[in-house]
């Protein structure tokens, strides 16, 4: 690991493959180019701390169920990144960054990431938080895993709700935090959990009633089209004057663009357990109704709403990767066309477009691996009959694709 630069606080981290790795680098992508993970197995056989092969037989090993060893290869790869970083890094501080656009620095990301799942799994959903908010520190700008659209998710599970009112407190003004479906329906619950508590002034927990009450009319209001999904899940029997309300039937579902029925199904395919509860479920019936009167009685508020779904247009590239990594069924069959045709591979899925490379691969690799990347390539003349790709040097000595 190297330090390129520190700016204002932050340091700016970035992983290098040695001459001897890149050479292992590229005996992984011919073994992934063969389509047989014995040729992996073979590899890590004689490179045993090879970090894309560790995560891509650790997907091989989960698909078969053997969550044991896939969980071993994880926390090689990250003993492996911990012997190699820089002595500045820092994990705990927020002020140390990696670009996701660097090739090198993908894989730290998704070990993290599979192993933060791993522990959620595990029933370690607190520890999981914490590997969140880690990854989320990476890059909060750009947030290439969006795990804004995850962390709703493990506050309720850890019951930090609190955390997550700040969070959504602090980014709303600057990150518009509100036209997350995750984060309209997750503020909502965590204001009526609150209300709930037994050691809470009276007082204080009729204010969070009335505040979860507001946000969560707001979110029906806002993304009708979680409802119905939600209770199915839930396997509750939404009412009849629900189900044929022009509202909230079908065609809430229908209407909805792309980019936001992605994000709806994300949201309902992995929260509705937090919905289960009965005292949830009466409170969210309550609301149900008041919106229906609100909707009948032609509040402006719903105008509104509708008017800012035409904002949805087309998810972006880190959200198409969050729902990949997810393998949220109800999410993955909403992704779009030009996703769903091309291979994901588990040691990087849909690689940025504008990816930076430190070294030369050889066009083999790259339309085998990296279809979309190289037709892009190929598209705009960078590839040359020698079959390696044209870079430059920027002022930092690093190779950057032209």
């Known amino acids: 690991m190297t330090l390129l630069q520190s700016k204002e606080g932050i340091q700016y981290f970035t992983f290098e493959h040695g001459r001897q790795y890149q050479q292992v680098q590229f005996k992984f992508l011919d073994a ?106 990476l890059d909060p700008d750009a947030d290439p895993l969006c795990m804004l659209l995850l962390i709703d998710f493990l506050t309720l599970r850890s019951r930090e709700y609190q955390y997550l009112l700040q969070l959504h407190q602090d980014l709303e003004v600057h990150r518009n935090l509100c036209l997350l479906p995750n984060f309209a329906f997750s503020t909502a619950l965590c204001h009526f959990h609150l209300s709930q508590q037994e050691d809470v002034d009276p007082e204080e927990s009729e204010k969070d009633r009335q505040k979860a009450d507001q946000m969560l009319e707001k979110a029906l209001i806002m993304f009708p089209g979680v409802l119905i999904p939600l209770l199915d899940l839930c396997t509750v029997q939404p009412d009849a004057r629900v189900s044929s309300h022009a509202f909230f039937g079908p065609k809430s579902q229908i209407g909805q663009p792309p980019a936001l029925a992605e994000l709806t199904a994300l949201y309902v395919g992995r929260t509705h357990s937090m919905w289960r509860e009965t005292a949830v479920m009466f409170w969210l019936e309550a609301s149900v109704k008041e919106v229906l009167r609100r909707v009948d009685a032609k509040d402006p508020l719903v105008d509104d709403c509708q008017n800012k779904k035409q904002r949805y247009k087309c998810a972006p590239r880190n959200i198409h990767r969050h729902v990949l990594l997810s393998e949220i069924k109800e999410a993955t069959s909403s992704l779009p066309l030009e996703v769903t045709s091309q291979p994901v591979m588990g040691f990087d899925p849909l690689p940025p477009l504008d990816s930076v490379m430190s070294y030369n691969l050889c066009l083999s690799h790259i339309v085998a691996v990296f279809p979309v990347f190289a037709a892009k390539l190929q598209s705009s003349g960078e590839f040359h009959g020698s079959g390696k790709m044209e870079v430059a040097g920027n002022s930092s000595g690093n190779l950057i694709v032209l």
């Open 32 to 137: 992934v180019e063969s389509m047989d993970p014995n040729n992996i197995v073979a590899l890590l056989q004689l490179n045993p701390y090879h970090i894309d092969s560790l995560l891509q037989l650790s997907d091989v090993c989960r698909i078969q169920e053997d969550q044991e060893m896939a969980r071993d290869l994880i926390e090689r790869a990250l003993y492996s990144f911990e012997c190699a970083c820089h002595p500045l890094f820092s994990l705990t501080s927020g002020t140390s960054r990696l670009d996701y656009l660097r090739t090198e620095n993908r894989a730290f990301y998704l070990a993290l990431y599979k192993h933060m799942m791993f522990l959620e799994k595990r029933g370690c959903p607190r520890t999981a938080l914490e590997y969140c908010k880690l990854i989320l520190s």
